[in-house]
T-cell receptor, first 115, second 114 residues
Framework: DAGVIQSPRHEVTEMGQEVTLRCKPI?????LFWYRQTMMRGLELLIY????????DSGMPEDRFSAKMPNASFSTLKIQPSEPRDSAVYFC?????????????FGQGTRLTVV | QQQVKQSPQSLIVQKGGISIINCAYE??????FPWYQQFPGKGPALLIA?????SEKKEGRFTISFNKSAKQFSLHIMDSQPGDSATYFC?????????????FGTGTRLLVSP
């Protein structure tokens, strides 16, 4: 398996523009997580899905952020409009669900720079 | 109470030395303590984990030491190698709540000099 695949790897955009980050989880996994990593705040969970349904989005910082999972093999994280403080590395992770499951596999991340 | 405090922020160790990274927590409901390793340009990957029913777990050169009464746990890397240079994150969760409730430390950037 190729692991969790994220695209793009790098994104540079101007303030005010819409940004869409994409994630393909590991085949067969039914939980998906979006994280944001910054030097100041470390790794923060933004939202997670179970069986394509958003379960907890309490980590989404503002209404400018939205996430969807239209099917088991694809998810998007959208920021509209983007702001310089959104600059970070965004990770997607997936796992095989079960409340006792404590491991997920991370993608390589998307480095977002908003100028 | 949900925080996991990690130290040091950065660490430089000579090849062959011992790297030690420390973490502390407050939430007594935490009962699963993994460590993640992250190389530049990569996502974090599970390295080793421990549950509080044991005081130590060893996998190769990597050892977790756990002190339940002090609510502290640490990662020891024996015979540190340049290939171990990475950022290390400790984490904690109540195991029954699953991965989604994992609380991460702020990370330690380890550099092993040749």
């Amino acid at each position: 398996d190729a692991g969790v695949i994220q695209s793009p790897r790098h994104e540079v955009t101007e303030m005010g523009q819409e940004v869409t980050l994409r994630c393909k989880p590991i085949s067969g996994h039914n939980s998906l997580f979006w994280y944001r990593q910054t030097m100041m705040r470390g790794l923060e969970l933004l939202i997670y899905f179970n069986n394509n349904v958003p379960i907890d989005d309490s980590g989404m910082p503002e209404d400018r952020f939205s996430a969807k999972m239209p099917n088991a093999s694809f998810s998007t994280l959208k920021i509209q409009p983007s702001e310089p403080r959104d600059s970070a590395v965004y990770f997607c992770a997936s796992s095989l669900a079960g409340t006792m499951n404590t491991e997920a596999f991370f993608g390589q991340g998307t480095r977002l720079t908003v100028v | 109470q949900q925080q996991v405090k990690q130290s040091p922020q950065s660490l430089i160790v000579q090849k062959g030395g011992i790297s030690i990274i420390n973490c502390a927590y407050e939430n007594t409901a935490f009962d699963y303590f993994p460590w993640y390793q992250q190389f530049p340009g990569k996502g974090p990957a599970l390295l080793i984990a421990i549950r509080p029913d044991v005081s130590e777990k060893k996998e190769g050169r990597f050892t977790i030491s756990f002190n339940k009464s002090a609510k502290q746990f640490s990662l020891h890397i024996m015979d540190s190698q340049p290939g171990d240079s990475a950022t290390y994150f400790c984490a904690a969760t109540p195991r029954h709540t699953g991965f989604q409730k994992l609380v991460f430390g702020t990370g330690t950037r380890l550099l092993v000099s040749p």
